[in-house]
């Protein structure tokens, strides 16, 4: 009989029971925000660092932590931060660099469009100001850096949508000569393809809502560092801004980590088939994949990426400037997810016109190559040949000689609205 009545024993019963012997083979889900000691000493050690231990899991968490361990080692970084999101991290990374009033921060003219909204709207109302410029103009964004100073160099391993491998090497040189930082969004290369912290990386972020989780089912991000000492600010970029990734999603991204070697090996091999396969489409006026993107590209990739491998995505330019032919084309898809993201296990199109880079202006867009008949796919794990069978059918449902034909520099104005973003 318990001492206590049942309103009582419904809250405590089953509770705090210590450890079984036996360490889990898999981590489990810490599902807790607190964690209790039987001494008020100890919870003291803990919270002043002199003991290991968990406290409160803004300040970390048993699965999370056990997701950083594994980023940190993966990554070849000192420590890893989980967030809740791919941009929490990047804002984390971009905190962490100190940025005040009147710094610069220059970005990769081709960064994910929400990273340079974030950069643009949430920094730039603090006074940073953002330049952009093209980073695989080695000899200019060198001469640009020294002359602006900025305290950060920001880029994509394989940029988003255009898919140009980063000399990450020589941007980090390129960084550290001026005093600057360089973070890397590493999120479509992904740790199986490249490791940044090896070629000088400062911080590497990732969205691990793409690749590292694989499964559509998590929304996460994290930020990898090469020295310990960024370790106090990027904590207090986590625990301060609060953007914590959860347990539940730190499991599933966890288990996600598994199989990323196997889910990249098909998935890269897919995107190469499939680059072959719009290679010989009469509806496409160019495929954009970097082993296609001529002998520089294809060099920075030999050098930068797992050797043979180009990515799991890859970028199609159709015949047509028709936004109406494109989503004719999208509709008829039966098998490939018109999703709006990728590295998920199932082939996904992104139009990113009005997904990725919505809000970008139409002109800005066509100047970088972001034209109306530009579609992102991103290759899953399914057979290749029922992806092409599923593009092939869907071509047939659209006549494209009806329309009009992209030209070399040909885009099309359209106004554009709404505040999503992906
Ligand atoms: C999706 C994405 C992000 C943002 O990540 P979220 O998890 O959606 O916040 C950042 N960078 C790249 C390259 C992405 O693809």
């Given at each position: 009989m318990s001492e206590f009545s049942i309103a009582t024993q419904l809250v405590h019963a089953g509770e705090r029971r210590v450890a079984p012997l036996g360490v889990p083979a898999a981590t489990p889900i810490y599902a807790t925000s607190t964690f209790v000691y039987e001494r008020m000493e100890d919870v003291d050690r803990v919270v002043e660092g002199e003991r290991e231990g968990f406290v409160y899991?803004?300040?970390?968490?048993?699965?999370?932590?056990?997701?950083?361990?594994?980023?940190?080692?993966?990554?070849?970084?000192?420590f890893a931060f989980c967030f809740g999101s791919g941009m929490a991290a990047l804002h984390a990374a971009l905190l962490a660099c100190e940025l005040s009033n009147g710094s610069v921060v220059l970005a990769s003219q081709d960064l994910y469009g929400a990273s340079l909204e974030l950069l643009q709207t949430i920094f730039g109302a603090f006074g940073v100001r953002t330049v952009t410029a093209d980073f695989s103009d080695l000899e200019a964004l060198r001469s640009k850096t020294q002359e602006l100073k900025p305290r950060v160099l920001i880029g994509e391993t394989i940029s988003n949508p255009l898919l140009k491998v980063l000399d990450v090497e020589t941007v980090a040189l390129i960084a550290h000569e001026a005093g600057a930082k360089l973070i890397v969004d590493n999120t479509f290369a992904t740790p199986f393809l490249c490791q940044p912290i090896n070629f000088g990386a400062d911080f590497v972020v990732h969205s691990a809502t793409k690749f590292l989780g694989g499964h559509a089912d998590a929304t996460g991000g994290v930020v990898i560092a090469r020295e310990d000492f960024d370790r106090p600010a990027l904590m207090g970029a986590l625990t301060l801004a609060g953007g914590v990734l959860s347990a539940w999603e730190a499991h599933s991204i966890l288990r996600g980590l598994k199989t990323l070697g196997l889910r990249l090996e098909k998935q890269c091999r897919n995107a190469e088939r499939l680059a072959e396969f719009f290679l010989d489409c009469e509806q496409v006026e160019k495929v954009i994949y970097p082993s296609l993107a001529g002998e520089r590209q294809t060099e920075i990739a030999n050098r930068i990426l797992r050797k043979n491998y180009c990515g799991a995505v890859l970028g199609?330019?159709?015949?047509?400037?028709?936004?109406?032919?494109?989503?004719?084309?999208?509709?008829?898809?039966?098998?490939?997810?018109?999703?709006?993201?990728?590295?998920?296990?199932?082939?996904?199109?992104?139009?990113?016109?009005?997904?990725?880079?919505?809000?970008?202006?139409?002109?800005?867009?066509?100047?970088?190559?972001?034209?109306?008949?530009?579609?992102?796919?991103?290759?899953?794990?399914?057979?290749?040949?029922?992806?092409?069978?599923?593009?092939?059918?869907?071509?047939?449902?659209?006549?494209?000689?009806?329309?009009?034909?992209?030209?070399?520099?040909?885009?099309?104005e359209f106004e554009v609205s709404g505040l999503s973003r992906i």
């Open positions: 899991s803004r300040y970390g968490n048993p699965t999370v932590a056990a997701l950083e361990a594994a980023l940190a080692e993966i990554e070849n970084g000192k199609v330019r159709l015949k047509t400037d028709s936004r109406a032919a494109v989503y004719e084309f999208m509709n008829a898809l039966r098998l490939c997810t018109r999703a709006a993201s990728v590295g998920d296990i199932f082939t996904g199109v992104v139009h990113p016109a009005t997904a990725t880079h919505r809000e970008m202006s139409a002109a800005k867009r066509g100047r970088l190559g972001i034209t109306e008949g530009l579609l992102r796919i991103s290759a899953g794990i399914e057979e290749v040949e029922d992806i092409i069978a599923d593009l092939e059918q869907a071509f047939e449902k659209v006549d494209f000689s009806e329309l009009p034909i992209a030209s070399a520099s040909g885009y099309v």
